[in-house]
């Protein structure tokens, strides 16, 4: 099969049939395109190509969109009658770039990435301005080859063709010759297609390169050393993401979050402390204090904090050491009352007691004790009941 498996192309010729091209000459050009037609895989979906003929003026024989199979391109090809008089090269490049790379011509957009070449053929020098020209058609992205034959100006080929010049510069004694350029453009259009056919072992993406082919993953994943399977790249690796505090890996990519007590801001990267003590955003029965993003529980004076560290019960106040009372402490709901043994009175402070009697010899609040001053009492009275007996 001596048809390839080339990479899809837009693919302009365009032949110089001025008055220094012999009609037997331009008729070996002619069989040069055909030959280089049977060479390509040509299709509505995989090569186009267009053929243009300069002199003075220039024609476009047939654009991309007319022919789509190699019997009908070789048939217009045969029709083609040369323009005989000037060389205006520098005018049919301008023509493919503005006319023919065009839309409604038969070029694919530019979002199929299709690439756009031209196959300039001339043996002389141009007579115009070709160097600007050629410089527009190359900046736009249209890929020129240049081949000239007996006597074309090489320093005019040279600066008309596509870096690197050695690949796209081309040089035949004769137009009788100028066949065996068909091998050197299959070579550089129709090297297989290692990637299209399938044939790789590439774990993701294969990447084709001139008859071969490199491996290469989807972003997110890095090349193995076995240069043909992935792994999934570490987003979350320090200096790899940007999350204030918690990175969290997510099929090659990560998100942020943050740890307890904190909230994500809208950048997705930092990270706010939360008001933990808000209503709604703690268990604490009674008290909340807001600690570095968490929180502790608490109680009310009088309270105390249950073994579970959120719930409350009343205290003890009337405990030993709990109250700054002298003598009875009385527990009383929540709070505790005061009070004095029989025969003891409480103080204007209510925390000190004072002995209910006449006699005016215990009156100091800072020496009763209830329980031995009521003996007291009893002991003075019944000594004073004996005196009286005698």
Known sequence: DTACKNRPLDLVFIVDSSRSVRPEEFERVKIFLSEMIDTLDVGERTTRVAVMNYASTVKVEFPLRTYFDK?????????????????????????????VFTEEMGTRPATF???????????GRPQDQVQDVAASARA???????????????????????????????????????????????????AVNVCALGTHDCQQLCVG???????????????????????????????????????????????????????????KKTCS????????????AQLCLSNDGSYSCDCYEGYTLNPDKKTCSAADVCAPGRHGWERVCLRGGLLCTRGCR???????????????????????????????IVALQDSVTSHLEALSTK
């Not at 323009?83 to 006319?99: C, D, F, K, R, Y």
């Not at 990435?113 to 043996?123: F, G, L």
């Open 273 to 284: 402390a939360m008001d933990v003590c808000a209503p709604g955003r703690h268990d604490c």
């Open 342 to 372: 029989p025969g003891c009175t409480l103080s204007p402070g209510r925390k000190t007691c004072s002995v209910k009697s006449r006699l005016l010899l215990i009156t100091t609040e800072e020496s009763c004790k209830c329980e031995a």
């Open 113 to 123: 990435n299709i690439p756009r070449v031209v196959i300039v053929v001339t043996d």
């Open 140 to 190: 736009a992205g249209i890929e020129i080859y240049a081949v000239g034959v007996d006597r074309a100006d090489m320093q005019s080929l040279r600066i008309m063709a596509s870096e690197p010049l050695d690949e796209h510069v081309f040089y035949v004694e004769t137009y009788g010759v100028i066949e065996k350029l068909t091998s050197k453009f299959r070579e550089t259009f129709c």
């Open 209 to 267: 390169s001139r008859g071969s082919y490199l491996c290469d993953c989807y972003e997110g994943y890095t090349l193995n050393p076995d240069k043909r399977t992935c792994s999934a790249v570490d987003t979350c690796a320090p200096g790899r993401h940007e999350c204030e505090q918690i990175c969290v890996s997510n099929n090659g990519s990560y998100v942020c979050g943050c740890y307890e007590g904190y909230t994500l801001n809208p950048d």
């Open 71 to 99: 019997a009908s391109m070789k048939e217009a090809v045969s029709r083609i009658e040369p323009l005989s008089a000037g060389t205006m090269t520098g005018l049919a490049i301008q023509t493919a770039m503005h006319e």
